[in-house]
């Protein structure tokens, strides 16, 4: 569900205009006058919600095991939700649930903002708090004791700042949960929104993006990198972990407590990173992958959707152990000097 600090539900809608607007056929098994209160991942929904299942091998477990009571599924989808959930068939799934979530939270894109709000009446600031020149603070927004912020950065809607924090200058943070003691360096983007689409021969429509960050105790962000907020979920940087400058980590993403992320790295959405992870500079990780904890990637190194163990030292693409992708790298100069000679 999304969170009511920095969303506005215009519902609860009928099934019925739901699917209405999404372009989809009432199920059959549905009572003609089922409610539905909001939109949910399959881990957080409840009875009154609506959730959505792309067919994703990754997910099929959490769609057992779902509490929804409605779920969008692909017309010819071999997985069908749960007793107690019914199924709403449809030809597009990211397409219908791009709808309903337009449908619940029509304004969850940017930050809205009013030329004369540049700090709200409704913030809340603690003592010794030190906001530079030209800082906005939006609506209900938090600020902890000693933080200080620098010039230009705006504080958006709901966002709430823990103690002894440092933001730097030109840096804008919304829809994120920021604990203590954490640093951020000018020009980060936390909380925008995440690289999502529903695509099709007519173009990419964007799917509403309505989840958060978080930002555990003593994290540091570097300068110009960017966090984008869940999906419906949460964006999470575990306690301790240092993030480097320009850096891309992407909606839904998990990293673990006391990671190293070195410059250049990309992270696409809803990966998992454990405990103790370090990512050398340059380095890609796709969407879904899971690395353990202790892992190590090699500057450069591409990951894949999968699972890395912990413990180990990686490198290459697709990335392997790196003992492996030496020996790779020594028989490749072998057997180019070798073509040489001859």
């Known amino acids: 569900m999304a969170d009511p600090r920095f969303y506005?539900?215009?519902?609860?809608?009928?099934?019925?205009?739901?699917?209405?607007?999404?372009?989809?056929?009432?199920?059959?098994?549905?009572?003609?006058?089922?409610w539905i209160f909001d939109v949910a991942d399959l881990e957080g929904a409840a009875r009154q919600h609506l959730t959505f299942f792309t067919g994703n091998s990754n997910t099929a477990e959490l769609l057992a095991q779902t509490q929804a009571g409605f779920c969008f599924v692909g017309e010819n989808g071999a997985h069908a939700?749960?007793?107690?959930?019914?199924?709403?068939?449809?030809?597009?799934?990211?397409?219908?649930?791009?709808?309903?979530?337009?449908?619940f939270y029509p304004q969850s894109g940017l930050a809205e903002w009013r030329q004369e709000e540049q700090f709200?009446?409704?913030?809340?600031?603690?003592?010794?708090?030190v906001l530079g020149p030209h800082v906005v603070v939006g609506p209900g927004a938090e600020i902890g004791r000693g933080t200080r912020i620098g010039p230009n950065t705006v504080i958006a809607r709901g966002v709430a700042i823990g103690r002894d924090c440092e933001i730097g200058s030109n840096t804008s943070i919304s829809h994120a949960l920021i604990g203590d003691g954490v640093l951020i360096?000018?020009?980060?983007?936390?909380?925008?929104?995440?690289?999502?689409?529903?695509?099709?021969?007519?173009g990419h429509l964007k799917i509403p993006q309505l989840g958060r960050v978080i930002v555990q105790d003593r994290v540091e962000i570097g300068s110009c990198t960017a966090v984008d907020r869940g999906a419906l979920g949460d964006t999470v940087i575990g306690e301790g972990s240092k993030i480097d400058n320009v850096v891309q980590i992407g909606h839904n993403t998990r990293i673990g407590r006391h990671c190293v992320i070195v410059g250049h790295v990309g992270i696409?959405?809803?990966?998992?990173?454990?405990?103790?992870?370090?990512v050398g500079g340059q380095a890609g990780i796709a969407d879904h992958a899971?690395?353990?904890?202790?892992a190590r990637l090699a500057a450069r190194t591409g990951v894949v959707p999968g699972e890395l163990p912990g413990g180990?030292?990686?490198?290459?693409?697709?990335?392997?152990?790196?003992?492996?992708?030496?020996?790779?790298?020594?028989?490749?100069?072998?057997?180019?000097r070798g073509k040489k000679k001859a």
């Not at 539900?9 to 009572?31: K, T």
């Open 312 to 336: 180990r030292d990686y490198g290459g693409m697709p990335a392997k152990p790196l003992r492996e992708y030496a020996r790779e790298l020594a028989a490749l100069k072998l057997l180019a």
């Open 185 to 202: 360096l000018s020009g980060a983007q936390i909380g925008g929104p995440g690289f999502g689409f529903a695509s099709s021969a007519a």
């Open 81 to 103: 939700p749960p007793p107690g959930c019914i199924a709403v068939r449809c030809p597009s799934v990211p397409h219908a649930f791009s709808a309903a979530a337009s449908l």
């Open 8 to 34: 506005d539900n215009r519902g609860p809608f009928r099934l019925v205009q739901i699917c209405e607007a999404s372009g989809v056929r009432v199920s059959v098994e549905a009572p003609a006058d089922a």
């Open 120 to 129: 709200h009446p409704s913030a809340k600031l603690d003592e010794g708090v």
């Open 268 to 278: 696409s959405g809803s990966c998992q990173l454990g405990d103790f992870v370090i």
């Open 290 to 294: 899971k690395i353990g904890e202790g």
